[in-house]
T-cell receptor, first 114, second 114 residues
Framework: AQTVTQSQPEMSVQEAETVTLSCTYD???????LFWYKQPPSRQMILVIR??????QNATENRFSVNFQKAAKSFSLKISDSQLGDAAMYFC???????????FGQGTRLTINP | DAGVIQSPRHEVTEMGQEVTLRCKPI?????LFWYRQTMMRGLELLIY????????DSGMPEDRFSAKMPNASFSTLKIQPSEPRDSAVYFC????????????FGPGTRLTVT
């Protein structure tokens, strides 16, 4: 079974600085999708960024980018120019090519210090 | 367009009572998912449907839980009888069918069983 591990229960960063959240996963599949979701205090789950395993290029979405290392099974999220609105729980998630269920990590609580 | 709609947003009930959670997926989406979020277990898939048909219910904790999808625009998750350990946030999500499509989450229902 696939597993997703987020080893940082909590992280904090100064406003306008850069922070990187870590995620590793375990799978025997070669094709899959990886996601980062944000959950602010409103508890709404919001998709931040996605990565297809067959793509070598790292995905970027404005201030958010990933470092996808397929061989190492690592998928970290970098947030540049951190803003107060980035404060939230961040979940890394895995989805197999043929599967539809998302497998989530335990989450990282990100605090932004003004 | 309206996102995934869930009702109620909050539910407080006494142990032994029946609880019904409701979900309206995004129009045109043909896959629907029920997740549960707790501090101890994180986010876990309970069941999902494709074209109104249950595909994987291996995450349903026990027979007290049941889910239905009578049509493409409505699904229910029922707990009967409820127990305090069922207290959690229950999310409904929908997507187009296929692993590469993102899942859109509803706002969740916070269930408290006393």
């Amino acid at each position: 079974a696939q597993t997703v591990t987020q080893s940082q229960p909590e992280m904090s960063v100064q406003e306008a600085e850069t922070v990187t959240l870590s995620c590793t996963y375990d799978t025997s599949e070669s094709d899959y999708y990886l996601f980062w979701y944000k959950q602010p205090p409103s508890r709404q789950m919001i998709l931040v960024i996605r990565q297809e395993a067959y793509k070598q290029q790292n995905a970027t979405e404005n201030r958010f980018s990933v470092n996808f290392q397929k061989a190492a099974k690592s998928f970290s999220l970098k947030i540049s120019d951190s803003q107060l609105g980035d404060a939230a729980m961040y979940f890394c998630a895995y989805r197999g090519q043929g599967a539809q269920k998302l497998v989530f990590g335990q989450g990282t609580r990100l605090t932004i210090n003004p | 367009d309206a996102g995934v709609i869930q009702s109620p947003r909050h539910e407080v009930t006494e142990m032994g009572q029946e609880v019904t959670l409701r979900c309206k997926p995004i129009s045109g989406h043909n896959s629907l998912f029920w997740y549960r979020q707790t501090m101890m277990r994180g986010l876990e898939l309970l069941i999902y449907f494709n074209n109104n048909v249950p595909i994987d219910d291996s995450g349903m904790p026990e027979d007290r839980f049941s889910a239905k999808m009578p049509n493409a625009s409505f699904s229910t998750l029922k707990i009967q009888p409820s127990e305090p350990r069922d207290s959690a946030v229950y999310f409904c999500a929908s997507s187009l069918r296929g692993g590469r499509y993102e899942q859109y989450f509803g706002p969740g229902t916070r269930l408290t069983v006393t």
